[in-house]
C-alpha cells in the first residue's frame, strides 16, 4: 500500500495546484472542492490496482499510474496553448491536435517504461520526494493564505456615518445594473471587428439611454472592475494594506458582493439581489438569485474538468448549462422586481458576449462548420446579447410602475492581446437610464468608478466627489500592483 501513495500524491498535485491558484475564488465555497479530491483519489486508487493485474513490477506499476493521472490533467493546457497559436499557419483542428499530442506522449511513456530492462528503484524514489515537495509547498502557500486572511481585513476609505440616513420610498426607482461581460464600445467593434452596432446603440437612445461614447474600464479583470464599480473607488489604496506582492483574491470577491453601493441602497431601503452564477455560496450580505448548475457541478469541479480530456466529452452537456444559465439570466432580471414590495438594487451579470462562443445572432448553437474565426465569433454573441438586452430592456421599462434607473455597463472588453491594441482593450458599451432624462452629471469618457457616484448624488441626495477617471493595466498574477494606463487618443 506504501506504493500506492506516490500516484496518489501525483493525482491530487495538479488538483492542489488548480485550488492554490483560484483560492481567493473558492474558499467561501471550499466544501465543493472536497469532492473533486475524494473522486481523485478513488479513481487512482482503482487504476492502480486494476493496472497491478497487468503490470507486476511494483515500479513501473508506481511510475505509470504516477504518470497517467498526473497527465491527465495537462490536457487543458496543451489544447489553450494550441488555440493560442490560432493566428499561424500551423493552427488546425485544436481538440484533434490536441488529443493526438497528448495520447501520443502518454503512449511513448508507458510503452518505454514498461520495455525497458530497469529495476527504477531510484527513479521511484526521486518521484516520491518530488511530490511531496510539491504538496508541500502548495499547502504552505493555501496555509500562509488563510493566515494573512484572517489577519488582514478589508478597511473602506468612505468612512462617513450613514446611521440617520432616510429617504422617502415613495417614488424610488427600482435600480438595475446590468454587466454584459466583455461587450466593446461601438467604435472598437467598428474599427477592430468591422461591426456597425448603431442600430443597437441608437435603440439605447431612442429608449432615453444616454450613451457614453468614449467611456473605459476602469480595470480589464472583471475580479477588479467590479469590485471598484460597486464601491465607487480605485483600488490602488489596497497595495499598502496587502502589499504588492499578495496573491489574495478573497479582498476583491468581499468588496464585490459586500459592497459601499448596496450599504447605501439598504439604508434607503432596497431589497439587494444578485442575479449570476455565483461562485462565491453562502454570502450573508446579499439575496443571491443564483441558477443552479443542471449537472450538479460546482465552480471548482467545472473548472478541474475542463483541464481533462473529459472535456471533449462533456462539452457538449457544460456548453448547454452554460447556454441556460445566461438565458435565465436575462429572463430572471425582467422579473427580479415582482418579487418585492419594496425597491430592488438588481445586479446581473452576464457572462455574455463573453467566450465561449455558445450563440449565433438568433441564440442557436452555431455549427461548428458555421462558427468562423474567433472575432467573428465574438461579433455573433454581441448581436445575440442586443437581441436579448431589447427583450429584457423593453420589459423592464414596461413592467416597472415607477420608472426605474438601468446602468448598462461591460465590466471590460475582449482580450486582444498585444499592447498595440490596449485602448481598445479598455474601451466598453456604458449607457444610463435616468427616470427624469436628466444627463447634466454625466459626460462621454464617465468610466465605471463614478457611476454610482453620479446616481447617489442626483437621485439619494449624496455629496460624492466625481474621481479621476484612470485606468490600470491589472493581471491575475498581480492583484496588488497597478500599472496605470496612458491612453493616445
Known sequence: MKRLITPILYAIIPVLFL?????????????????????????TVVLYFLTRLVIKNPNKLT??????????????????????QEATI???????????????????????????????????RYLGLVAIILVAISTVNVGIFFIRSATVDYTPTDTRDYSNFTVNQENTPDIYYIIPDWYARGDTLR???????????????????YVASESRCNYQLTTFSL???????????????????????????????????????????????????????????????????????????????????????????????????ILWNFEATARVAT????????????????????????GNTPKDEDRGTAAEQ?????????MKLKILIDEILRSSEVPPIIVLQADHARDLGG?????????????????????????????????????????LGADYELLEDKSYDMDYHHPYQFPLMVFED
Open 63 to 84: 511510475i505509470l499510474v504516477s504518470f497517467t493521472m498526473f497527465w491527465f490533467f495537462t490536457y487543458g493546457y496543451i489544447i489553450t496553448w494550441w488555440t493560442s
Open 339 to 362: 418579487y418585492y414590495d419594496t425597491p430592488v438594487f438588481a445586479v446581473t451579470h452576464i457572462k455574455c458576449p463573453h467566450k465561449p462562443y455558445l450563440f449565433d445572432r438568433y
Open 191 to 209: 474599427d477592430i471587428y468591422g461591426f456597425d452596432n448603431s442600430e443597437f446603440l441608437n435603440y439605447l437612445s431612442e429608449k432615453g439611454f
Open 227 to 325: 469590485a471598484s464599480s460597486l464601491n465607487m473607488e480605485h483600488l490602488d489604496y489596497l497595495a499598502e494594506i496587502y502589499g504588492e506582492s499578495s496573491q489574495d483574491f478573497s479582498v476583491y470577491s468581499e468588496m464585490t458582493y459586500d459592497n459601499k453601493a448596496s450599504h447605501y441602497l439598504k439604508l434607503a431601503g432596497y431589497n439587494y439581489i444578485w442575479v449570476d452564477r455565483i461562485p462565491i455560496a453562502g454570502n450573508p450580505h446579499v439575496e443571491i438569485a443564483a441558477n443552479r448548475s443542471k449537472f450538479g457541478l460546482s465552480y471548482f469541479a467545472s473548472a478541474l474538468l475542463q483541464k481533462t480530456p473529459l472535456n471533449s466529452i462533456i462539452h457538449h452537456y457544460t456548453s448547454y448549462d452554460r447556454r441556460s444559465k
Open 419 to 459: 499592447s498595440k491594441l490596449a485602448a481598445h482593450q479598455f474601451s466598453i458599451l456604458n449607457a444610463y437610464y435616468f427616470p427624469d432624462q436628466n444627463y447634466e452629471l454625466l459626460y462621454p469618457s464617465i468610466t465605471p468608478v463614478n457611476t454610482f457616484r453620479v446616481i447617489f448624488n442626483q437621485y
Open 378 to 386: 465574438y461579433v455573433e454573441q454581441v448581436r445575440f446579447v442586443n
Open 19 to 43: 485550488f492554490t491558484y483560484n483560492i481567493g475564488e473558492i474558499t467561501a465555497s471550499a466544501s465543493n472542492v472536497v469532492l473533486p479530491f475524494l473522486a481523485t483519489i478513488l479513481a
Open 90 to 124: 500551423f493552427y488546425w483542428r485544436p481538440v484533434l491536435v490536441t488529443l493526438l499530442l497528448w495520447g501520443a506522449i502518454l503512449a511513448v511513456v508507458v510503452i518505454g517504461v514498461l520495455r525497458a530492462h530497469r529495476t527504477f528503484d531510484n527513479l521511484t
